[in-house]
Structures are given as C-alpha cells and as structure tokens.
C-alpha cells in the first residue's frame, strides 16, 4: 500500500523511497508482532493448551479465570479503586493475590472481560489467520475452549 509520502533522501540523489504505511509496521515478516513481539516473553499473556468448547459460539473462547486474571490485572486494579474496595495499587494487588476470599474481584473481573476481546496466536505465524480476535468467556479450569468449527485453524 503506498501512502504517497516519500522519505527525504539523506544524500539527495534517490527521492524514491517510501514511508512504511501503518498496515507495513503491523503486518508482515518483519511487521511489529512477528518481528518483536510473537516468540517472545511479554506481559499480559498467557500460555496454554486448546480443547473444543461446543457450547460456545464462533466469535467466543472459553478462558481460564487464572490466566483472565493475568490479562486483565490493569483493568481489576483500575476498578478496585475506582469503585472504592481498594485505596490504593498495592491494596488492590494484595485483593487480586487471595481472590478466593475477594469474591468481587471475580465479578469485576466478569464485567472487564465483556468489553475486551482477546487476541489468539498458534505457532507458527504464517499468516493472518494465525492470530484471531475472539470475545472470551470464563471458564474452570486451565485450558483454552474454542468451538469445534475454529480449531482447525488452531
């Protein structure tokens, strides 16, 4: 996609460079997410493994609260405060840390999670379909439910 723009040349002979479009910067072989992010440890992720999940729909994944926890810490710290059950960042992490006895921290949690899709990624990236966006619901357990027509995909 050529956006038109030309870089200016450094020794001023070649004016045929172009800028790198935003579409360039993301995608691609040397793109933002296959270049430096996919492969690589990064915060807000979590790894596990796929099973069929029939009762979901197409658009829906079925994710673990324990890795939902992980994603969406930010936001359950955000709300924490906001909503007065926490004063303060370390309150509200030490509240995250014995969720078992915080029940709020799991209906906060419910209600981040229906605003907020996540992103999937199976290994190896060759194109686009590799990575899919999916409205998550939370489920038991420690493994990622997708329903039986987008695992092949996966």
Same mark, same amino acid.
């Given at each position: 996609? &050529?956006?038109?723009?030309?870089?200016?040349?450094?020794?001023?002979?070649?004016? &045929?460079?172009?800028?790198?479009?935003?579409?360039?910067?993301? /995608?691609?072989?040397?793109?933002?997410?296959?270049?430096?992010? +996919?492969?690589?440890?990064? &915060?807000?992720? /979590?790894?596990?493994?796929?099973?069929?999940?029939?009762?979901?729909?197409?658009?829906?994944?079925?994710?673990?609260?324990?890795?939902?926890?992980?994603?969406?810490?930010?936001?359950?710290?955000? &709300? +924490?405060?906001?909503? =007065?059950?926490?004063?303060?960042?370390? %309150?509200?992490?030490?509240?995250?840390?014995?969720?078992?006895?915080?029940?709020?921290?799991?209906?906060?949690?419910?209600?981040?999670?229906?605003? =907020?899709?996540?992103?999937?990624?199976?290994?190896? %990236?060759?194109?686009?379909?590799?990575?899919?966006?999916?409205?998550?619901?939370?489920?038991?357990g420690r493994a990622i439910y997708l329903?039986?027509?987008?695992?092949? /995909?996966?």
């Amino acid at each position: 996609l &050529d956006n038109g723009f030309h870089e200016p040349s450094k020794d001023g002979f070649s004016k &045929d460079k172009v800028y790198k479009s935003f579409s360039d910067i993301l /995608g691609g072989k040397e793109g933002r997410f296959r270049e430096t992010l +996919l492969g690589k440890r990064v &915060d807000y992720s /979590g790894r596990s493994v796929i099973v069929v999940g029939p009762f979901l729909s197409l658009h829906q994944c079925g994710l673990p609260r324990e890795i939902a926890i992980e994603l969406f810490q930010a936001f359950i710290i955000r &709300d +924490l405060i906001r909503k =007065h059950f926490a004063s303060n960042t370390a %309150t509200a992490k030490r509240q995250i840390k014995e969720r078992e006895k915080e029940p709020i921290v799991w209906e906060i949690l419910q209600e981040v999670v229906q605003g =907020h899709p996540v992103l999937l990624n199976r290994a190896p %990236t060759l194109h686009r379909l590799g990575i899919l966006a999916f409205q998550p619901i939370l489920v038991e357990g420690r493994a990622i439910y997708l329903h039986p027509l987008v695992c092949k /995909g996966f």
